[in-house]
């Protein structure tokens, strides 16, 4: 098992839901590239970070 944590930034708002874009690790590409979270959840944040637990 490996985990990842990935470091999010707010883009932009959609009609119900919020955009962020990924902030990769320098000289690393992107993992997961962009995320849309429900507007209920989100509220004003303006980083998220999400965990990735891979399981082997």
Do not use: C, H
């Amino acid at each position: 098992m490996s985990k990842k944590v990935v470091m999010f930034e707010y883009e932009k708002e959609t009609k119900n839901s919020v955009r962020y874009k990924e902030v990769p690790s320098e000289g690393t590409a992107p993992v997961v590239g962009t995320l849309y979270v429900q507007k209920w959840f989100a509220g004003s944040s303006k980083s998220i970070e999400v965990t990735i637990d891979k399981k082997d």
